[in-house]
């Protein structure tokens, strides 16, 4: 069967990955180096995006969150995460600073959501929820680190944390006293 045309910064369709998909490693390699050979970057970044696993979905099952579960998400943007968690846990709080994402964030979570606009940074996770709770989130790399202090600090309430970092403020995190890297 011929696959759909590639054209130069064109869409990607779902009829692409789904020839992808179906047709297995190969035929989706020849098609990553199609592209890197036509030197169109836009739609290889698109295609590649689509086809490997969403970070959403990898972070869901590195948190381990079951049915009976709270989970707090730091920044959840525009919901993606969010709704994840939403559809395994009973109930997720999602605290974002952008003003501008909290209508449709609210407008658009499931009922078991709970939108709090305010600066994780000043938010009292002790106080957040009546019962010991997951945390997850995406932390931006100018707040990572004050996050992860106030994180320690409400250790009793927090069953365990996943987050995404930045590479070089995990590697900080992982270096030794007096290294180039800490």
Same mark, same amino acid.
């Given at each position: #069967? ?5 054209? !130069?910064?064109? /869409? ?6 789904? +020839?992808?998909?179906? /047709?297995?490693?190969?035929? =989706? ?13 836009? $739609?290889?970044?698109?295609?590649? $995006? !689509? ?5 959403? #979905?990898?972070?869901?099952?590195? =948190? ?39 209508? @449709? ?15 994780? $940074? ?8 009546? #019962?010991?709770?997951?945390? +997850? ?11 992860? @202090? ?11 944390? /996943?987050?995404?970092? #930045?590479?070089? +403020? ?8 007096? /290294?180039?890297?800490?």
């Amino acid at each position: #069967q011929p696959r759909p045309a590639l054209e !130069r910064g064109g /869409t990607l369709g779902d009829e692409h990955v789904e +020839v992808a998909r179906e /047709t297995g490693v190969g035929p =989706a390699l020849r098609m990553v180096r199609e592209l890197a050979q036509r030197d169109d970057a836009l $739609l290889l970044h698109r295609l590649l $995006l !689509r086809l490997v696993a969403r970070p959403d #979905q990898r972070i869901v099952r590195l =948190a381990t969150v079951s049915s009976n579960d709270t989970v707090v998400e730091i920044g959840p943007g525009a919901g993606a995460l969010t709704r994840e968690l939403a559809a395994i846990a009973s109930r997720v709080i999602a605290i974002e600073i952008d003003r501008d994402l909290i209508p @449709k964030l609210r407008s658009g979570m499931p009922r078991n959501v709970e939108i709090v606009e305010a600066d994780a $940074l000043d938010v009292d996770f002790t106080a957040l929820a009546a #019962q010991p709770f997951h945390l +997850v989130g995406n932390l931006p790399y100018n707040v990572a680190t004050p996050l992860l @202090k106030r994180f320690i600090d409400a250790r009793a309430h927090i069953l365990d944390v /996943t987050i995404m970092l #930045q590479k070089e +403020v995990a590697e900080r995190i992982r270096a030794t006293p007096s /290294t180039a890297d800490y």
